[in-house]
Every structure is written in structure tokens, then in C-alpha cells.
């Protein structure tokens, strides 16, 4: 029954007519216990006879069963799972127990959870119901969840009910309604329904103040005249009055009745397992007839329906201890030996004392979870393990693995606590994979100073030469973070001894990169070393498996030649489909950033942008904050200035608060470079000059991350020759000292700018160029060449140049850069009318996404799935794709990319 809430029907009512003319939408209905959730989720699925209905509502126990509550919603859509991508039918396979293939991650689960819902609504409207999603088990919750923010022209509409308070993360950023109590009127009339006697004023007067009109609280109370009689003064909370009213009702049962609704309590209304439970503990289930003619419980083919959570809640809190543990030790033992879970749980729930045997239970329980990607109730069971076991030297490994579900599950909070507990932890391995993991946490959420002091130490201790070497590398990554040049540099002694005695490839790979990263950093070399790393990674492929694949990309990164590190992009590219979600934000990066050195730039956006996306689902705000700086950057030389300086912003901050300076330098690379090219020469050399103060004061020797090029190019714009002329010889030093044709290209440019000899220097950098994949600081080169001719008055020479240079900018979609090299080549007398770009650069950055991975031939469900939106998102997009670029067929959309 439903009483008032005329607004409420009214929002639920523009959610289903939307999904009935193929429009997404998702509501949450939030509110106390009791205050009419159900009721209005109940009202709406009466009206929905021309909708079919996926249901699941969420209970407390089956919150202890991986998946339980996506198998309850999609069950009638399992005969649909053949159609949808292969790798996400088997990860959802797994993850409900259909199979016994291992599962994939949670969001390779919450893919396909969306596919699979977006193919069920391809025969008609749906409607989602999730009563209670705060106590449907987490894993469930955020596959479903996942699915539901992602869906767009799809013809569903979700509606979830949770309790005030409670399901804050699950449900943030989703539309909702806010249930309060009933007003007055609405509440009378309730009561009147149910109350065998006339209320009076005061009573109701009476009634309202004790329930603040929660509807549940109304019914049980006008129903019992006792609980309508004053009290004083004394406020009686709602939910003490509900828990009073039900301890009444139990107590008017019959005590077999009370016993038999404690064993339906604990086995969650399965009214065949409560029967099974009953006669081993001497019960009759027939003693449930008084319990359903007094309206606690409704009895139907399989199941015991409680009237609410309360009422079940108020049965199992108010049973004695004891009998709570005999009635959980009964259910245990009628549970089948393959049901390890549930068993598992019962079993805890039947023990007071720590038990070994349990306990390893519960662990067998745990790895079953974490093998289905479960890692939030894998977290759940291996701590209760750990809670549960006598022998204590199995306590640290038990509660490491809860832990690292925790934090797997994106539970940073919970597994830095469960960590905290294993401070005392002496050596071995558990103590080093504690450190390890407490640095991954603090690095990822941003605190990578606080990783490096971790790791350092664990090093220190570290007897195991090779896992010292590889913690010491990721010290330095963490260093090059902080941009800390010193720190990185003071490790390189000893990583060579960890190199020279290294037993395994790997160690031996990752530990000459970091030396040749820390050296490079600081300006001291390098180059050898990487190229060591290069060759030792190239020519043992086996050492994917051994070393993480982000480390494939470090060394072409930084050697910037035209030819090395070939064989590692192709490696890299084909590792990307199969790496883990947690894993993809930093690898993107590294690939937008090669593609962004490279002529790639609409991969490079496309990656970046995904980056961006992935690191904020996954909580990695320092991944979000790289991804963010290297995509303004990305921007500012693509003319995007509202973009570049909203992404340099959220950057700026996020790198500033953790001081992730090697992010906050390409921030201010890109804000520098945009001052430049829009012709505010003194912006530009402010923020670049405060940036080379910065570098310098850590320590950073690295030419190629140094902005003195951008900075003699504004000083010659300001007619400061001089300080130009001497700033360029000091970077000539350094870019001669690192050796590599991408630092020294961009010297020889600086000396042609500002050189007796402009043509020696400007040839030279030409001819570096060529070594180099760079197509747009060459053609900054052709530019700035040109420049110098035309104002030479050698105006003829300088056309060719300037030709080269729009041609790189346009090819790239640079368009200021491709603007100004227009402009100078009309003032050479050549008459250049360049327009906008359009085409492919005019595409959104999800449009290019879109576009790139349906031109490479995927389709339509198989882009979906890797952007993790429904296959109708999919072909919104496209059709924004085909109308901006004046094309109506797959075949021209590839030849559109092609053409890049």
C-alpha cells in the first residue's frame, strides 16, 4: 500500500517513459528503514506490465556470496550470453559459477554485465529493480552499478532503493529521490488503514512525533494501542520503536515458533535448507503457520519472505548467543561439502573460539572469491580467517591476502587498516610483500613520496638480492615522479651491485633501466644503460610474463630515436588488450606519450582520454594526474585552449598536492607553449622561467624535459638576444653532454635563432630531425628556418621551409602552429589560405575512440566492450562520426584514419 508521495511517483514515472522510447536512466530511492522504499519501488513495477523486469534485492547473508545478486538479476538473460564478446561471456561465466573458467577482472565483469544488458533490451524495455542494493554483495553491486552509469540510448531504466547513509560510493553521481517521512495527512490516513480503533488527535499527534511519519513505524505502531500511550518527555528514536514493536510480536509466538523463525533468520528464507536445519535440531517447520497468520513472514513455493529486513534482523539480534551459534552449526552441517562458501560462513558464524579447521575453510572460501574476481568478498573471508585462527603464525599471510583484495577492490581505507595490523610482522616474505603492497597503495593515491621512504627501506632489509634490485627500481620510477633527480641519482650505486649480482633477467633488465632512468633524470648519461635495457628486453620475450609491462615502453621513451624500441611498441600494444583494468591507466599513458612524440597525435588523444577515464573509475589519482597534464599538453599544440587550460588546472592541483613534479612540469610546458603560440611571449617566458627554476632547484639535468628551447624562442619574440644567445649555448652543452638527436635538434634550432650562421645550425637540426619520429619538433624547426629567411629577406628559401611546416602541423592537426606557419608563408608573397582543420581533429575525444576502434576493424559489441558503454552509445557516436566527417560507411571511416 502507498500512500501520498506524489512527487516521487511523478520521477519514477519520467524514468520509465523514458526507457519506453529508448532512453537510459538510473534513480535511486533513498531513504531510512521502513520509510516506504519497497512500497514505491513495489508501485512502480505494478505499472509496468508492458516492461519486462530484472529483479534482486539484496538480503545480508547472500551479501557473504560472491555474485549472488548478479546471478538473481540477470538470470533471466543467461540464455543471451552467447551473444555478447567471448572474453566477457566467460568472465561472467566464471563470475556465476557457470563454468569453471577463471574469471576476469571486476570490470571486465561489469562489461559484460552492461552487454548483457543492453542485448536483453534489444527485444523491448526493461526495467531494473534493485531493492535493497545495500545489501547486495558489493561485487554484485559494482558490476551492476558499473553497467547502469554506462548505459546511453539504451531502452532501460534502473531503479535502486538503498538506506540513507549506506551505499554512498555505489551510488554517487546517480539521480535520487530523498525519502522522508510522511506528512501528516498522508500519515493519518495510513494509520487509519491499519489501527482497529479510531486515533485520536493527540494520539496521531502523538504517533507522527515518535515516527516522524515512517510508514513501517506507522503501521506497527497504530496497530498496538500500548505504543500510542504518552511516555513523557523522553524522544524514542524510530528505529528503537520498530525493534520494540517486533520483539513484541516475536514474544507473542510460540517459543517452537521463535526457534523455527531463528533457523529461516539464519538461512535467509531458503525454505528447503530451513527445513533441512529444523529436523536436525528437533524443530517442526510446520510451527511457521503461527508465524505467517500474525504477518511476520509470508510463506511461498521455496522461499520464507520476511515482512522486512527488521523483522529478520529483530529475530536473529534477539535469539541468546548460544542458540544462534547451535542454529548456524545445524545449517552448516546440512549445507552440501561443494557449497564451500556458504558452509564457510555458517561455520564462522557457529565458533566463538579461533578454529583452525574453520578458518582454513574460510580461506579455501576466499581464494574461490578472488579466483572470480569477488576481491571484495574475498577481502570479507580471508579477515574473518584470519579472525578465526588459532595458529598464529597463519594470522600474517591471511590477513595480508584480505588486504590486497581490499585494495584490489579499490578499498584503499580498509586494506591501509588491515595493513596497520601487520606493522609487528618481522622479516620473511610477508613483511616484504606488506611493504611492497603499502607502497603500491601510497603511490597510486598519490602519497609517492611515502612510497619511496617505503620501498628504500624495504630494500634495505630485503636479504633477497634480486627482489632488493627490483624494489630499489621501483624507488627510482617513484623518484622520477617527484621529479627528486638527487634521490634517483643516489640509488644508481646501489642498483649496479644489484645488477651485477642479479640471478634472473628480470631483475637484471629492470635494475640497468632504472640506472639508466636516474642517470638520464639527472643529467649524468644514461644512454648506454638504456640502450642495455633495451637490447636485454627486446631479446627475451619471456620476460613479459616476469617484468611489468609498463617497463617495455620507459626505454624508447627515453632514447627518442627513430628506431629503437620497435619490437617493445608491438609488444606493448598487443599486451594492452589483455592488462588487467588497474594496470591500463599508467600503460595508456606511456603509449599516448610515444604517439604524442610520434606523428599519432589522434591516438594519442584518443589513449590519453581513456587514461583519464580508467584512472578516475580506478581511485589512481596519480595515473589521473599524469594522464591530465600529458593530455593539456596534447591540447595546448592542437589549438584546444578551453580543454587544455581546464585539464592544466585539475592537474596542476592534483600534482601540486602530491608533489608529482614531473607532472607539474608538462603542465607548465603546455601552458607556456600556449602562451607562445597565441603571441603573449611574456606569459609564456614567466611560466616557463619559474619551471626551469624548478628543475634546477631538484636537481633535473635532463635536456629533454628542460624548456629552454621554448624559453629562447619567447626571449628572441621579446628582442632579448643576448640573454637568448646565452641560454642557448647552455643548452647546446647539455644536449651535446646526453648525445641523443632529439635533445640536440632542438639546440642547433635555438642556435639558429640566434647565431651569426643560421643556415650551419638550422641544417644541423634538420638533419637530426630525421633520426627522430617527432614530425612536430621538426617542423617547429622548418617554422622557425623560415622565419628567419623571410625576415633575411630571403623570402623565396624560406617558402619551402615553411611549406614543410604546414604540412607537419596540418598532418597533426597542431592548428595554431599550422596558423603561423600560413601566415609567414603569406608574408613571403605565397598566398595561403589555411582553414580549419575539421575531419578527424574536430572529432570529441569518445568520438575518436569510437572512430579508432571501428576503423581497426572491431565491431560494434566489441568497441563497446573495450570502453565499457552499451553497443547503442557505440552507434550514437557513430553517427556523430559519419556527419562531421561527410561520410556514411565503415570502409571511408577507415580510410579517414588511414589517412593520418
Given at each position: ?7 516521487e ?30 512500497a ?10 508492458d ?6 534485492t ?12 548478479l546471478?538473481e538479476l ?35 565483469i561489469?562489461?559484460a554485465?552492461l ?12 526495467a ?8 547486495i ?9 558499473f553497467?547502469?552509469r554506462r548505459?546511453?540510448?539504451d ?9 540513507a ?7 554517487e553521481g ?11 495527512e ?9 489501527s482497529?480503533t ?12 515518535r ?19 504518552p ?6 528514536p ?6 520494540a ?11 517452537p ?19 533441512l ?5 528437533g ?5 511457521l ?7 511476520l ?21 534477539g ?12 545449517v ?11 558452509r564457510a ?5 557457529a565458533?566463538w573460539?579461533?578454529?583452525d579447521?574453520?578458518?582454513s ?8 572469491a ?31 591476502a584480505?588486504?590486497r ?11 591501509s587498516a ?11 616474505e610477508?613483511?616484504?610483500?606488506t611493504v611492497r ?15 619511496c ?22 624507488a ?7 621529479a ?10 646501489a642498483l649496479e651491485?644489484?645488477?651485477d ?10 635494475g640497468t ?11 649524468h648519461?644514461?644512454v ?12 627475451s620475450?619471456?620476460l613479459?610474463?616476469e617484468?611489468?609491462?609498463s ?8 632514447i ?12 606493448v600494444?598487443s ?11 599508467w600503460?595508456?599513458f606511456l ?20 587514461a ?8 589512481q589519482t596519480t ?26 588546472a585539475?592537474?596542476l592541483?592534483?600534482?601540486r598536492a ?13 601552458l ?7 603571441g ?19 636537481g ?11 624559453l ?9 638576444r643576448?640573454e ?12 651535446q ?22 643556415d650551419?645550425?638550422f ?25 628567419v ?17 604546414l ?6 592537426g ?5 596558423d603561423?606557419?600560413a601566415?609567414?608563408l603569406?608574408?613571403?608573397g ?16 569518445q ?9 581497426d ?11 565499457f ?6 552507434e ?8 562531421k566527417?561527410?561520410i ?8 579517414e584514419?588511414?589517412?593520418?
Open positions: 500500500m502507498l500512500v501520498g508521495r506524489e512527487h511517483r511523478r520521477t519514477v514515472d519520467r524514468l520509465l517513459a523514458a526507457a519506453r522510447i529508448g532512453r537510459s536512466g538510473v534513480l535511486a530511492i533513498v531513504g531510512d528503514p521502513g520509510v516506504g522504499k519497497s514505491l519501488l513495489g508501485w512502480a513495477e505494478d505499472g509496468l506490465d516492461v519486462r523486469i530484472l529483479r534482486a539484496g538480503t545480508p547473508p547472500d551479501r557473504e556470496i560472491p555474485f549472488s545478486g546471478l540477470l538470470r533471466p538473460t543467461l540464455p543471451l550470453l552467447g551473444t555478447i564478446p567471448r572474453p566477457q561471456a566467460v568472465a561472467l561465466s566464471s563470475a556465476l559459477a557457470l563454468d569453471e573458467e577463471k574469471s576476469g577482472d571486476r570490470f571486465a561489469g562489461a554485465t552487454s548483457l544488458l543492453c542485448r536483453y533490451a534489444e527485444d523491448g524495455p526493461v531494473v529493480l534493485l531493492d535493497d542494493v545495500h545489501l554483495d558489493e561485487s554484485s553491486a559494482g558490476a551492476i552499478m553497467a547502469a548505459l546511453g540510448s531502452a532501460i531504466a534502473v531503479l535502486a532503493t538503498a538506506r547513509g549506506e551505499a554512498v560510493g555505489l551510488l546517480v539521480d535520487r529521490v530523498e525519502l522522508a517521512g510522511l506528512d501528516p498522508a500519515a493519518r490516513a495510513l494509520a487509519a488503514e491499519v482497529a479510531p486515533i485520536t488527535d493527540e494520539e496521531m499527534r502523538r504517533l507522527q512525533a515516527t516522524d511519519g515512517n510508514p513501517l513505524a506507522i503501521v506497527e505502531l497504530a496497530a498496538d494501542p500500548e505504543a500510542l500511550l511516555s513523557g518527555d523522553i524522544p524514542v524510530v528505529s528503537a520503536a520498530l525493534v514493536a517486533f520483539g513484541r510480536r516475536l514474544g507473542q509466538l510460540p517459543g515458533t521463535r526457534s523455527v523463525l531463528l533457523v529461516a533468520a539464519a538461512c535467509n528464507g531458503d525454505l528447503r535448507l530451513t527445513g536445519a529444523c529436523t536436525r535440531l524443530l517442526e517447520l510446520g510451527e503457520s503461527a508465524a505467517e497468520e500474525s504477518g513472514v509470508r510463506l511461498g513455493a521455496a522461499q520464507i519472505s520476511f515482512r522486512h529486513p527488521l523483522v529478520r534482523a529483530a529475530i536473529h539480534s535469539a541468546p548467543p548460544d542458540r544462534r551459534r547451535q542454529v548456524h552449526q545445524a552448516a552441517a546440512v549445507l552440501p561439502p561443494v557449497d564451500v562458501d556458504r560462513w555458517h561455520l564462522s558464524e565458533q573460539a579461533p578454529d579447521a574453520v578458518a575453510l574460510l580461506t579455501t572460501a576466499g581464494g574461490r578472488e579466483s572470480r574476481s569477488a576481491y571484495e568478498v574475498a577481502s570479507a573471508l580471508h579477515e574473518r580467517a584470519a579472525r578465526r585462527t588459532a595458529d598464529t603464525t597463519m594470522v600474517p599471510p591471511r590477513l595480508l584480505a588486504a583484495c581490499a585494495w584490489t577492490a579499490g578499498h584503499g581505507g580498509r586494506a588491515l595493513l596497520d595490523e601487520l606493522e609487528q610482522v618481522g622479516d620473511g610477508v613483511a616484504l610483500q603492497l603499502r607502497a603500491q597503495i601510497a603511490s597510486r593515491s598519490g602519497s609517492v613520496r611515502q612510497a621512504t617505503l620501498l628504500l627501506s624495504a630494500a634495505q632489509s630485503c636479504d633477497d638480492g634480486d627482489q632488493a634490485t627490483l624494489l630499489l627500481a621501483e627510482v620510477q617513484a623518484a622520477l615522479f617527484l627528486d633527480a638527487v634521490m634517483a641519482q643516489d640509488l644508481v650505486g651491485q644489484g645488477v649480482r642479479a640471478a634472473t633477467p628480470g631483475a637484471r633488465a629492470m633501466l632504472a640506472i639508466g632512468m636516474a642517470r638520464a633524470f639527472a643529467g648519461g644514461g648506454e644503460e638504456l640502450r642495455a635495457a633495451e637490447s636485454l628486453l627486446r631479446d620475450p619471456e613479459t610474463a617484468v611489468d609491462v617497463w617495455l615502453m620507459l626505454a624508447p621513451l627515453y627518442r630515436d627513430a628506431d629503437g624500441g620497435r619490437e617493445l611498441r608491438v609488444r600494444e599486451a594492452r588488450d589483455r592488462a588487467g583494468v588497474g594496470a591500463l591507466p600503460l595508456l603509449l599516448a606519450r610515444d604517439e604524442a612524440t610520434s606523428d599519432s597525435w589522434v591516438r594519442a588523444a584518443a589513449d590519453y582520454a581513456e583519464v577515464a580508467l584512472a578516475r573509475v580506478t581511485g595515473e589521473l594526474a599524469m594522464a591530465l597534464a600529458g593530455l593539456a599538453w596534447l591540447e595546448a599544440r592542437t589549438g584546444r585552449d578551453v580543454d587544455a587550460q581546464t585539464h592544466a585539475e592537474a592541483e592534483l600534482c602530491r608533489e608529482i613534479h614531473w607532472g607539474e612540469a608538462w603542465v607548465q610546458l603546455a607556456g607553449e600556449l602562451a607562445l603560440v597565441r603573449d611571449a611574456a606569459t609564456s617566458f614567466t611560466v616557463l622561467e619559474a619551471l626551469d627554476d624548478l628543475l634546477a632547484g631538484l633535473v639535468g635532463d635536456p629533454d624535459l628542460s624548456p629552454r628551447p621554448e629562447v624562442a619567447a626571449l628572441v619574440r621579446l628582442g632579448r643576448e637568448a644567445r646565452s641560454m642557448a649555448e647552455d643548452f647546446r652543452v647539455a644536449a653532454a646526453k648525445g641523443q638527436p632529439w635533445s640536440r635538434a632542438r639546440a642547433y634550432r635555438c642556435l639558429g635563432l640566434v647565431g651569426e650562421d643560421p650551419t645550425s641544417d644541423a637540426a634538420l638533419a637530426l630531425h630525421a633520426q627522430t619520429r617527432d614530425v612536430f619538433e621538426t617542423a617547429r624547426t622548418e617554422l622557425a628556418y623560415g622565419e629567411l623571410r625576415r633575411a629577406g630571403r623570402r623565396i628559401e624560406a617558402r619551402g621551409h615553411l611549406r614543410s611546416a604540412a607537419g602541423f596540418t598532418r597533426l597542431a592548428e595554431p602552429w599550422a603561423q606557419a601566415s609567414e603569406n608574408l613571403t605565397e598566398r595561403v589560405r589555411h582553414r580549419a582543420m575539421g575531419g578527424v581533429q574536430s572529432l570529441t575525444p568520438e575518436l575512440q569510437v572512430a579508432l576502434l571501428l576503423a576493424g572491431r565491431t560494434t559489441k566489441e568497441a563497446a566492450a573495450a570502453l558503454v552499451s553497443p547503442k552509445t557505440v550514437y557516436h557513430l553517427r556523430k562520426v559519419y556527419t566527417l561527410g556514411s560507411s565503415r570502409a571511408e571511416l577507415s580510410g584514419i588511414e589517412s593520418l
